[in-house]
């Protein structure tokens, strides 16, 4: 259930780096992590939980990271 979301974030924040305008990027990032959080309130709860028996999203989570 989780794992769409953090794959959501996932290619945000790797949009963020491969853009080379810092300034861009960092607020492109904002702009569309912002309705992520404002459309599921949990999200950034998410985002920071610790998940022991699921590796693979923690992986990803720290990926993002």
């Not at 810092?22 to 992520?36: H, K, L």
Request: overall charge negative; proline content about 6%.
């Amino acid at each position: 259930m989780f794992a769409d979301r953090i794959e959501d974030h996932l290619r945000l924040t790797a949009g963020a780096l491969a853009d080379p305008d810092p300034s861009r990027a960092f607020t492109r990032y904002i702009e569309s992590v912002g309705p992520m959080q404002a459309a599921d309130r949990g999200f950034a709860t998410v985002l920071s939980m610790a998940f022991p028996a699921a590796e693979e999203l923690a992986a990803r989570r720290s990926e993002a990271y």
